[in-house]
């Protein structure tokens, strides 16, 4: 077999093709993937750099899915809280106009109050999202982490609209509406029960604003993660 003997001027040119085709795969690589760096070989420094940055994104994606879910279990709670008082203002309704009913009107007024009261115990134990029910307990809490530091979290702790529990509103059945201060005695109820939900409707909204301005935050940041590592 003949030998082929390679000049200077020869090496230098297939040497000169090589890094030619490198950079052509290397061209074609950052068009395909759109990074400039995708691999420690390409830039160590930059591609560590921009690892870290993607890391921390995943990381702060992850939390902002649980503040997205956070969110929707607070308004579930908030929704039960607000329908929970239309019902109490419908006992309170019944309860005014027990004061003018005789008779089997009175009758047919404590079944209709006993049966609404009876409904806003159904309506807390169905408020749950995902398993999680902040309206029928004093027991339960929500836990929000915004970030990687352990003390960036909100705790939201449940509240309990059932009528008669310990802790809970505080409305008992009607026995007997025929006196008058039994009927004075069930509206001052309604009327605490309605200031009660007040507060906790001011709670849980003041808890869905703050989670909507950290997911707001963190969709940014994240965005701004994400960019930054592109970069």
Excluded: C, H, W
Excluded at 6 to 34: E, M, P, Y
Excluded at 112 to 119: C, G, P
């Amino acid at each position: 077999m003949a030998e082929i003997t390679l000049n200077a001027a020869v090496r230098a040119n297939l040497l000169t093709l090589a890094n030619t085709q490198t950079l052509i795969d290397r061209t074609q690589n950052r068009l395909s993937t759109g990074l400039r760096v995708s691999s420690p070989i390409d830039d160590s420094k930059a591609f560590f750099e921009a690892k870290s940055l993607s890391d921390r994104a995943s990381d702060f994606s992850e939390k902002k899915d649980g503040i997205d879910q956070g969110i929707s279990s607070v308004k579930t709670a908030l929704e039960a809280v607000e329908a929970t008082d239309t019902l109490i203002r419908q006992l309170k309704g019944l309860a005014i106009s027990a004061k003018s009913a005789t008779g089997s009107e009175l009758t047919s007024i404590v079944n209709q109050y006993n049966s609404l009261r009876t409904q806003i115990d159904n309506l807390a134990g169905d408020a749950s999202y995902q398993g999680l029910n902040l309206v029928n307990n004093t027991s339960t809490t929500l836990t929000i982490a915004f970030g990687t530091v352990t003390s960036s979290i909100l705790t939201i702790a449940a509240v309990d609209l059932r009528t008669n529990t310990v802790g809970g509103l505080g409305i008992t059945s009607a026995v007997n509406f025929s006196a008058a201060s039994v009927v004075d005695s069930a509206i001052t109820q309604l009327d605490a029960a309605i200031t009660n939900l007040r507060g906790n409707a001011a709670s849980l909204g003041s808890n869905v604003a703050l989670l909507q301005v950290r997911l707001d935050f963190t969709k940014a940041y994240v965005n701004n993660l994400e960019e930054g590592s592109g970069k």
